[in-house]
């Protein structure tokens, strides 16, 4: 395992250096728009004035809740810049999930997209952070929202604060199995760890471009689509939303994309759709990357005949580790495989006690190198049962085979992972729990032909009461993103359980499995 070597100390100085290496090079393109190194380091620098000069200090954390966007990109490297820590927030989130974040990150500033201006009122997030800036045509009019554009109106120009690698960058939320969501907090060297590595992997340079259609809080498209472009100097085509599809083909051809970032379920759609003749003659696509769940076999070998000049790729990581540990090499892919552990990580087999496993016994996934997180914000505990001895505990099951390529076979305990998002069953159910009259509930994830797997809820009410779906449903809806409301709901007279009163999940899969 040989040791990664890093060019910067931060987020600000890659920029810089890049800036001052190539500055006429297009950094970032949105639709018409383009914008060179040099200028995106100019409107950081301007935006970094104005946080400082708002009192924003090196250390406090800054959120973001955007779309994907310049502006979003432009936000990173100027929070950077200041020495604060950077806080993406899935923007599918309710108000209460919104609250919760920002007030477990103590975040003192947010930035924000005006289409998520309600969440972000009935969050109160005006309350909980000194400042709001908004990106997008806004109607709002009260001091404490200032538009993008106000805030890089400014000329002030002040030296940045000097983070060494090891200084904290990042908070990525991501929801344990046990309820409320955990912020693991990543280094500069932790999410550096991933550009160096698959740099070499993958062979990039300053030649490629990088599609971002993925949304820019995902660890993954933070790293990988974000952070590793401007690593290499290479250039970013940022698309806005997924829909319609064939925007992302009608930019692919015309910005010359190289590398496509993709989940399974893009994949399934790019290997059923009618593509134009000339799509497939004058594409540029080299690469494609699959993350977050598993591709079946058969997207696999469809995409490999479909697009004979590209190689497609699939990987698998999570927040915790910055978030990618191996991916399939360029030259030699195995379907069904994850891959080899990435150049400068480690990947180990264990059982209960962590002891290492023969190859092809199906253990305990564990992780070491410079991509394992710094730990869990404001969780000890947690962060000392999920390190051990710099080790990273996936929590995710599987085997190695005899060439060290990995296998997943479960992922942790009853994670789903629907369209490739991960929906922790626990969540919902402490939710349905609080609906009158429930007395336990359990979820688990059915696979699906559509979106990977859909969450299901087996529900064991109080005393054989009565209760309304469709007002429990409406009462979710309020609650959780729509992503995790249940599409099934079953009431059951008693849902299985063992000794100690624990639901059995793995009883109930058996029994839909039957059925």
């Known amino acids: 395992m040989g040791m990664l070597k890093y060019r910067y100390n931060n987020f600000y100085e890659m920029l810089y250096e890049n800036a001052k290496k190539s500055g006429s090079k297009t950094a970032l393109f949105q639709g018409d728009d383009k914008v060179s190194y040099k200028q995106l380091l100019s409107m950081c620098d301007r935006l970094a004035g104005y946080l400082h000069e708002e009192g924003i200090k090196s250390g406090e954390r800054v959120a973001i809740f955007m779309r994907n966007s310049i502006e979003f990109v432009v936000s990173v490297f100027a929070i950077s810049k200041i020495g604060a820590v950077v806080v993406p927030i899935n923007t599918f989130?309710?108000?209460?999930?919104?609250?919760?974040?920002l007030k477990d990150s103590q975040a003192v500033a947010l930035f924000a997209s005006s289409n998520f201006e309600k969440?972000?009122?009935?969050?109160?997030?005006?309350?909980?952070?000194?400042k709001i800036i908004w990106e997008g045509g806004l109607r709002l009019s009260s001091d404490i929202h200032i538009p993008f554009d106000d805030a890089m109106a400014n000329d002030i120009k002040y030296p940045p604060v000097m983070r060494k690698l090891d200084d904290m960058a990042v908070i990525f939320?991501?929801?344990?199995?046990?309820?409320?969501?955990?912020?693991?907090?990543?280094?500069?060297?932790?999410?550096?760890?991933?550009a160096a590595s698959a740099e070499i992997l993958f062979g990039l340079s300053a030649k490629d471009r990088d599609i971002v259609f993925l949304p820019m809080f995902h660890s993954f498209t933070f790293s990988i689509g974000v952070i590793l472009p401007i690593y290499v100097g290479a250039s970013i085509v940022i698309i806005q939303s997924v829909r319609p599809f064939s925007n992302i083909f009608k930019q692919v051809l015309l910005k010359r994309v190289t590398i496509f970032m993709g989940i399974p379920d893009v994949y399934n759609a790019l290997v059923k759709a009618k593509l134009p003749w000339y799509f497939m003659w004058f594409n540029n696509i080299r690469l494609f990357v699959s993350g977050a769940s598993a591709l079946r076999p058969a997207t696999l070998e469809a995409m490999k005949s479909r697009f004979k000049r590209a190689k497609m790729l699939e990987g698998y990581g999570l927040s915790?580790?910055?978030?990618?540990?191996c991916i399939n090499p360029l030259d030699r892919q195995k379907a069904g495989s994850v891959g080899p552990a990435m150049p400068g990580f480690e990947i180990k087999i264990v059982d209960d006690e962590l002891n290492e496993l023969p190859r092809g016994e199906i253990g305990d996934i564990i992780v070491h190198g410079d991509n394992v997180m710094i730990g869990y914000l404001n969780r000890p505990e947690a962060t000392e049962e999920t390190i051990i001895n710099g080790w990273l505990l996936t929590g995710d099951m599987g085997y190695m085979d005899e060439d060290g390529y990995l296998y997943i076979v479960d992922r942790k305990k009853d994670l789903i992972i629907s369209k490739g998002i991960n929906i922790y069953p626990r969540e919902?159910?402490?939710t349905i729990e609080s609906f009158e009259g429930v007395a336990m509930s359990a979820?688990?994830?059915?696979?699906?032909?559509?979106?990977?797997?859909?969450p299901v809820a087996y529900i064991e009410t109080e005393d054989g009461k009565e209760i309304d779906i469709k007002e429990l449903k409406r009462y979710l809806k309020a609650k959780l993103a729509n992503y995790k409301i249940p599409k099934h709901i079953h009431i059951i007279d008693e849902l299985?359980?063992?000794?100690?009163?624990?639901?059995?999940?793995?009883?109930?899969?058996?029994?839909?499995?039957?059925?």
């Not at 969440?119 to 000194?130: I, R």
């Not at 979820?443 to 859909?454: L, R, Y």
């Not at 059995?504 to 029994?511: A, I, S």
């Open 93 to 101: 989130l309710k108000s209460d999930e919104l609250a919760y974040i």
């Open 119 to 130: 969440v972000v009122h009935d969050a109160g997030a005006d309350k909980l952070c000194k």
């Open 173 to 194: 939320y991501t929801s344990g199995t046990t309820g409320r969501p955990k912020g693991a907090m990543l280094s500069f060297k932790n999410i550096f760890s991933n």
């Open 496 to 515: 299985p359980k063992n000794a100690t009163g624990k639901v059995l999940k793995r009883v109930l899969k058996e029994r839909l499995a039957q059925k």
């Open 428 to 430: 919902i159910e402490e």
């Open 320 to 325: 915790e580790s910055s978030p990618a540990v």
């Open 443 to 454: 979820v688990i994830g059915i696979p699906d032909e559509n979106s990977g797997e859909i």
